[in-house]
């Protein structure tokens, strides 16, 4: 069993930037690929980052990228998003989430459904 907890969500002006953190329990984070989703108002959710359980490849939205880094620390387990530029459409809750990955280490997971866990979100506002 994995826990994830994030931090780092706030309030910040356009323009601005936030560093979100996804802490995990567990014994086994190195066995996990990784990723970062969203849920805006009234919207679905939608994938914003991941990263293989290699670390070797990531993957990110049209819209973040060039904006948006995601890492990992396995010594830490911890996962991070950080977020420039910001811009009021990035408002929404974030979530991290993992995806057990054994064999397909180098593989980078874009849609919710394949996840395993999730964390409860942290809300990020952008203000114009």
């Known amino acids: 069993q994995v826990e994830l907890e994030e931090s780092g969500g706030g309030l910040v002006q356009a323009g601005g930037s936030l560093r979100l953190s996804c802490a995990a329990s567990?014994?086994?984070?190195?066995?996990?690929?990784v990723g970062w989703f969203r849920q805006g108002p009234g919207k679905e959710r939608e994938f914003v980052a991941a990263m293989s359980r290699s670390g070797g490849n990531a993957a990110y939205a049209d819209s973040v990228k060039g904006r948006f880094t995601i890492s990992r620390d396995n010594a830490k387990k911890t996962v991070d998003l950080q977020m420039n530029s910001l811009k009021p459409e990035d408002t929404a809750v974030y979530y991290c989430?993992?995806?057990?990955?054994?064999?397909?280490?180098?593989?980078?997971?874009?849609?919710?459904?394949?996840?395993?866990?999730w964390g409860q979100g942290t809300q990020v506002t952008v203000s114009s």
């Open positions: 989430a993992l995806k057990e990955s054994l064999y397909l280490v180098n593989y980078v997971y874009t849609r919710p459904g394949p996840y395993d866990y």
């Open positions: 567990g014994r086994t984070f190195l066995n996990y690929a």
